[in-house]
């Protein structure tokens, strides 16, 4: 499975920025998720939200609820994240990651990884 991220950019505090995340390679079930997280400078990767192809989306309710809103186009093998709302907190290189297991909010549950898409936001 390949994944390609993109949408990220430099934008102003309150802007908002649509991420998209293609995945090619193979037939997708639906239990196949999309995962978007995101890494600040000095910390940590951070689980952001997650879609199944089948339907359900996941998000973390301390940084993304209320502002971000994942979604998929499953004709295009597409998974976007729009991000409303944006505040310099926000700014970090954001990846998409696409796997099988039941549970979606870290890292180890995802088996492939996009290259990331940096997103700053300036005050």
């Known amino acids: 499975v390949q994944l390609q991220a993109s949408g990220g950019g430099l934008v102003q505090a309150g802007d908002s920025l649509r991420l998209s995340c293609t995945a090619s390679?193979?037939?997708?079930?639906?239990?196949?998720?999309v995962g978007w997280f995101r890494q600040a400078p000095g910390k940590e990767r951070e689980f952001v939200a997650a879609?199944?192809?089948?339907?359900?989306?996941?998000y973390n309710a301390l940084s993304a609820k209320g502002r971000f809103t994942i979604s998929s186009d499953n004709a295009k093998n597409t998974v976007y994240l729009q991000m409303n709302r944006l505040n310099p907190d926000d700014t970090g290189v954001y990846y998409c990651?696409?796997?099988?297991?039941?549970?979606?909010?870290?890292?180890?549950?995802?088996?492939?990884w996009g290259q990331g898409t940096q997103v700053t936001v300036s005050s």
């Open positions: 990651a696409a796997g099988l297991r039941d549970t979606l909010a870290s890292s180890s549950d995802y088996d492939y």
């Open positions: 390679g193979r037939t997708f079930s639906a239990d196949f998720a």
């Open positions: 879609v199944r192809r089948g339907g359900g989306t996941f």
